[in-house]
């Protein structure tokens, strides 16, 4: 048997499941399930425009962390909105993709695809379900790849033409270290990568008006 990860205590308050914690953006089924591969756009869209951790919903302090592959990192574009470092830690720990123990992303359709995301979690809620994120990207049952946490002082918020906020973007001044996560199949390392932004290349992209600045303690 898998012995749970240790909740911090940014997340004592979140709602759990299997002894996992339920992030924040995660779809929330009617039946009381939880769609972990699924954002609900709604409340993406509410942490990247007030500045909030995307699992526990707090404010985010300095320094915010965001979880990426190699591509985002290339550019410093996410479609994941930041988190708290102690949030992130626990995800990278408690979610067996980022622990690097999964070789693919997960195939076929997710339950909030189903009849099971036909309801909402809330009662008397006329969302017929849940509200898809654009930051939901298909990546069913490609190769997994490299996760890499980053460690930033702010980030801007990255819109569609339409002026959706669809992400968070980093500039280089920005980024305080970067770590490498883990590696498919070989588990959780949590290496520093000095030269991460060696092959940096800014992307042609819309940034919202405002940027989301955070003031505390920096935690390695």
């Not at 992030?23 to 009617?30: A, C, F, K, Q, S």
């Not at 930033?152 to 973007?169: K, M, Q």
């Amino acid at each position: 048997m898998v012995e749970p990860v240790p909740i911090p205590a940014t997340c004592q308050y979140r709602p759990t499941i299997g002894g996992r914690v339920i992030p924040y953006i995660n779809v929330r089924l009617g039946d009381g399930g939880v769609d972990f591969r699924h954002h609900h756009g709604t409340r993406t869209d509410e942490v990247l425009r007030r500045g909030l951790c995307q699992v526990c919903a707090r404010p985010l302090l300095h320094p915010l962390v965001l979880l990426c592959g190699p591509a985002a990192l290339k550019q410093l574009l996410f479609d994941e909105p930041p988190m708290h470092p102690e949030c992130a830690v626990y995800a990278t720990q408690a979610c067996p993709m980022l622990a690097g123990q999964s070789l693919r992303f997960a195939s076929g359709p997710s339950v909030s695809e189903g009849r099971r995301g036909k309801a909402c979690s809330e009662p008397g809620c006329d969302c017929e379900g849940w509200v898809a994120s654009s930051t939901s990207v298909g990546r069913a049952g490609q190769p997994a790849h490299p996760w890499y946490a980053v460690y930033a002082r702010r980030f801007s918020r990255n819109c569609d033409p339409t002026g959706r906020v669809v992400g968070a973007l980093l500039f280089p001044e920005d980024v305080l270290r970067v770590r490498l996560v883990s590696r498919p199949g070989e588990g959780r390392c949590w290496e520093l990568v000095p030269d991460a932004l060696a092959d940096y290349e800014p992307p042609q992209i819309t940034i919202a008006p405002g940027v989301v600045a955070g003031s505390g303690n920096e935690v390695s």
